[in-house]
C-alpha cells in the first residue's frame, strides 16, 4: 500500500524540510480547507488529477486563484484541444493511492505513481509557503516552494515550475511548449474503465467556467465494456515476435471468411429465390465480395515471408573458403 | 507552355493553397474550378476513368469514380506509353509531422495501391522526414522515428513488398539522388522558389533548399538500384492538390536537364469532420477519424461532431430534405462507400428528406469502422523488421510482373 500521512511526515522531516501542519475535519474542497486554514500565512493550493487519451497521468498543482483552462493546457502539451479531462475517481485511488478531494504533489512519493507528470504552478513560487494536504485531507502543512522542491527530488523528480496562465499560440511553426511534461514511460497501467470522472475539488472553483471544458467533463462516457480488442495500442518499446508467414493459419483464415460468407448467402430465402441457379448467384457474390479482402491478406502473408527472407539474407554467413 | 505560378497571394480574398496551408476564402468551401484554372492542371473527367478502366481490365476505384481524384498532368501520355507497353513507375510520400494518421493521409495510399495493382508498377514512397525536421522544428532523431512509424501505417495499406521501395530522405540523400537535387536545383534561382512557395528573408536556408528534394524521385536515375537500365522510365505522382507547386517547378526543370516530365494525378481535400473549411488538422483530434481511433470513438466523433446538411426539425427536414453541399456524412459515404447504388440511393432519400441524418450517421460509421477495422488488423502484421525491409536499397526483379 501507499506511503500513510505519518510515514510522509516523517520522511519530510528527515529530509529537514521545514513545515507547520494543521490538523482539521476533513475536507473536500478548497473552499472547506480555507475555512481552517485560510489564515494561517499560506497561500492555499488547488491540486487537479487529469488524464489524456493514452492513459497517461498528470497532477497540475496550482494555487486556488491561479485560472487553470484544461483545453490550453492540453494544447500546450501537444494533446490537441480536447486531450486533458479529469482523471476517474478510481485512478485517485488506484494511482495516487490517496483518497477523493486529496490531490497533492506528495502523492508522487508512491510507486505507482512514477509515471505520472507533474505541472507546478510558478506562482507557488512566489508565495512565502504554500498549503498542500500530505496524503490524507484531514490535516494540511504549508511550506516554502524550496521545501517542495527538496521532497520532489528525494523521489527522483526534477522540478519545474510553469506558467500556467499562460496560453501561447501551438500551431505549425509553434510546437506545444509543455510537450516535455509528457511522460515518457510506457504507461502499463491497466485500462480503467472510462466512468463519470470525479471533480476532486468544488465545481466553479478549478477549470475556468469555459463551456467547452464544462463539457469536456459532463460528457457521457459510456464504459468500454462492448467490443474488442479494439482499445490496444502497442505500447511503446514491447516489440512483437517477428510472426512467420505461417501457410496453415494462412488458408485457415481465407477458408474462414469464405465459409462465413458461403453460410450468410446460403438461406431459406435465397435458396427459394434462386433455386437451382443458386451456386452461380453465390459464387458471383463471393468472387466480388471477397476478392479485395482475400488479395489483401494474401498481400500481407507474401510481405511477411519476404521479410522473413529478407532479414534472413542479411544474417546469412558466407561459406568460408 | 506551362502557365506560370506567380506570387502566393495572401490577401484574405483569396484561397490560400500551397503544401503548407490550405485555406478557403472567407472560410467558405475550396473553389477547385478556380485552383484547377490558377494552378494550370487539368480535369479528369469521364472518358480517362474509362480508358483507365479499359487498359486495366477491371473496375476504376472508388476515388475516380466518384471524383476524388478529379486532376491532372499529362495523365494521357502515361496511359498513352502504357498502351504502347512502355510502363512507368509511381511516386508519392508523407512528411511525417505526426505519429496519429487521420483518413485523409490514407486516401493518396489507398488510391496509389489501387494504382500498383491495376497497372503492374512499381512504387517509390518518400517519407520527408527532413522537411518536417525542417518545418515542425522537430529533432532529427524524432522525424526519424515519426518517419519509421508513419512508414507502418502506410504498409498496411497493402503494398507489395516486391515493387515497393520505401525511403526517408535522412537516410537515403546521397548519391545519384543528390546528383539529381543539384541539377535541379541549378535551375530554379531564388526569385522563382520565392514566387513558388512564398519564402520570405526570415525562413531559413533549410527551406529554401528542401524543394529539390521532393522534386527528384520523380527521376528515375535518382534510384540507380532499381531503375539503371532505364532512364526513359516515366513517372506518375498521384498525390493531394496542395502538392502541385513543387511539381510545377519538377516539370518546369525536367526538359531542361534531360528528363521526362513527370505525370500527376491529383486529388481533393479531404474535409474536416467539423466541415469543408479545409484540410484535417493532426492537431485537432476531433476534427478527423484516426487508424486509431475504436469503434466507440468513431460512433462519437460521428455522432456529436459531424457537421450535416440536415434541417434543424424533423418536420423540416421531412419537407425540405437535406443540403447535400455542406453534408459531412454524404460527403464521406462518396469517399469511402463503395456500392455506387447505395449511395444514390442514400443521396436521394435524404435529399428528398424521407431519410434521415441518423440512419446517414449509421451507416457512415459502419464504413467508417470497417475500414479502420481492416487497417488496424493490416497494421498488426506489420513489424520493425517488416519496415527495414520495405525501406533496405535492394533490387526489385519483378517490380513489373
Known amino acids: 500500500m501507499g506511503s500513510s500521512k505519518d510515514q510522509l511526515l516523517v520522511r519530510l522531516k528527515e ?22 486554514v485560510g489564515n494561517k500565512g499560506g497561500a492555499l493550493s488547488k491540486n487537479l488529477f487529469l488524464k489524456d487519451k493514452k492513459h497517461r497521468y498528470y497532477i497540475v498543482s496550482a494555487l486556488a486563484d491561479t485560472k487553470v483552462d484544461l483545453k490550453v493546457l492540453s494544447q500546450r502539451l501537444g494533446l490537441g484541444k480536447g486531450g486533458l479531462r479529469m482523471a476517474p475517481e478510481q485512478a485517485l485511488g488506484e494511482i495516487l493511492q490517496v483518497p477523493l478531494g486529496c490531490v497533492t504533489p506528495f502523492a508522487l512519493v508512491n510507486e505507482s505513481a512514477r509515471h505520472v507528470s507533474l505541472l507546478l504552478d510558478q506562482g507557488i513560487k512566489t508565495q512565502e509557503r504554500c498549503f498542500f494536504h500530505p496524503l490524507s485531507n484531514d490535516i494540511s502543512i504549508s511550506l516554502d516552494a524550496h521545501g517542495l522542491d527538496k521532497f520532489l527530488k528525494s523521489t527522483g523528480r526534477d522540478p519545474s515550475y510553469v506558467d500556467l496562465e499562460a496560453n501561447p499560440p501551438v500551431g505549425k511553426d509553434q510546437p506545444p511548449d509543455l510537450a516535455a511534461f509528457i511522460p515518457s514511460g510506457s504507461t502499463v497501467l491497466p485500462d480503467l474503465p472510462d466512468e463519470a470522472p470525479a471533480s476532486q475539488d468544488s465545481t466553479g472553483n478549478h477549470v475556468s467556467a469555459g463551456t467547452k471544458s464544462a463539457a469536456v467533463i459532463a ?4 464504459p ?3 467490443v474488442q480488442n479494439v482499445k490496444e495500442k502497442p505500447v511503446n518499446g514491447a516489440r512483437p515476435s517477428i510472426p512467420s508467414a505461417n501457410a496453415g493459419k494462412f488458408v485457415e483464415e481465407l477458408l474462414d471468411k469464405t465459409s462465413t460468407l458461403l453460410l450468410s448467402e446460403i438461406s431459406e430465402d435465397s435458396i427459394k429465390q434462386h433455386g437451382g441457379q443458386l451456386g452461380t448467384e453465390v459464387v458471383n457474390n463471393i468472387q466480388k465480395c471477397l476478392r479485395e479482402d482475400l488479395k489483401n491478406l494474401a498481400t500481407i502473408f507474401k510481405n511477411t515471408a519476404y521479410t522473413e527472407g529478407f532479414y534472413a539474407g542479411i544474417h546469412y554467413q558466407p561459406k568460408r573458403l | 507552355m506551362e502557365k506560370k505560378e506567380d506570387q502566393q497571394l495572401q490577401q484574405e480574398e483569396e484561397q490560400v493553397v500551397n503544401p503548407w496551408e490550405v485555406s478557403a476564402k472567407d472560410g467558405g468551401k475550396i473553389d477547385y474550378d478556380k485552383l484547377i484554372d490558377k494552378f494550370g492542371c487539368q480535369r479528369l473527367d469521364q472518358s480517362f476513368v474509362d ?5 486495366t481490365s477491371r473496375p476504376p476505384h472508388v476515388f475516380l469514380r466518384r471524383g476524388v481524384f478529379f486532376a491532372h498532368r499529362d495523365l494521357n501520355e502515361i496511359l498513352d506509353a502504357y498502351e504502347r507497353g512502355d510502363k512507368f513507375y509511381l511516386y508519392t510520400g508523407r512528411g511525417p509531422s505526426s505519429e496519429a494518421l487521420h483518413l485523409g493521409h490514407l486516401i493518396p495510399f489507398m488510391f496509389t495501391k489501387y494504382l500498383q495493382d491495376a497497372f503492374k508498377v512499381p512504387l517509390v514512397i518518400q517519407l520527408t522526414d ?8 522537430l529533432s532529427v532523431e524524432e522525424s526519424q522515428r515519426l518517419a519509421r512509424e508513419n512508414a507502418k501505417d502506410i504498409i498496411a495499406c497493402g503494398f507489395d513488398i516486391s515493387k515497393t521501395f520505401i525511403f526517408s530522405d535522412f537516410d537515403y540523400v546521397g548519391g545519384a539522388f543528390y546528383k539529381n537535387m543539384v541539377k535541379v536545383a541549378k535551375c530554379v534561382t531564388y526569385n522563382k522558389v520565392v514566387g513558388i512557395f512564398g519564402f520570405t528573408g526570415e525562413d531559413h536556408i533549410g527551406k529554401v533548399s528542401f524543394p529539390p528534394v521532393q522534386a527528384v524521385p520523380s527521376f528515375p536515375s535518382s534510384f540507380p538500384h532499381l531503375f539503371s537500365s532505364k532512364d526513359d522510365l516515366r513517372c506518375l505522382i498521384p498525390c493531394a492538390i496542395d502538392q502541385d507547386p513543387y511539381f510545377r517547378m519538377t516539370r518546369d526543370v525536367a526538359p531542361r536537364i534531360g528528363y521526362h516530365k513527370p505525370a500527376l494525378i491529383e486529388s481533393l481535400f479531404f474535409p474536416a469532420l467539423q466541415g469543408e473549411t479545409g484540410k484535417m488538422s493532426a492537431s485537432d483530434p476531433n476534427s478527423a477519424i484516426y487508424v486509431t481511433d475504436s469503434a466507440k470513438d468513431i460512433k462519437f466523433k460521428v455522432n456529436k461532431h459531424a457537421f450535416t446538411g440536415g434541417q434543424e426539425s424533423i418536420e423540416k427536414h421531412r419537407q425540405y430534405g437535406a ?7 454524404i460527403k464521406y459515404l462518396n469517399f469511402f462507400l463503395e456500392d455506387d447504388a447505395e449511395l444514390e440511393h442514400i443521396k436521394k432519400e435524404y435529399g428528398a428528406g424521407r431519410m434521415l441524418t441518423g440512419e446517414v450517421k449509421k451507416r457512415l460509421i459502419e ?7 481492416r487497417h488496424r488488423r493490416a497494421r498488426a502484421a506489420v513489424t520493425d523488421e517488416m519496415v527495414d525491409a520495405f525501406m533496405a536499397v535492394r533490387p526489385l526483379p519483378n517490380m513489373f510482373d
Open chain 2, 367 to 373: 464504413v467508417l469502422t470497417e475500414l479502420v477495422e
Open chain 2, 51 to 55: 480508358r483507365v478502366q479499359r487498359l
Open chain 1, 224 to 226: 468500454s465494456g462492448n
Open chain 1, 15 to 36: 529530509l529537514q524540510i521545514d513545515f507547520s501542519q494543521y490538523e482539521h475535519p476533513v475536507v473536500l474542497t478548497v473552499e472547506a480547507q480555507a475555512k481552517y
Open chain 2, 130 to 137: 527532413d522537411e518536417k525536421c525542417m518545418w515542425k522544428n
Open chain 2, 323 to 329: 443540403n447535400l453541399e455542406v453534408d459531412i456524412p
Open chain 1, 219 to 222: 460528457k457521457a462516457v459510456k
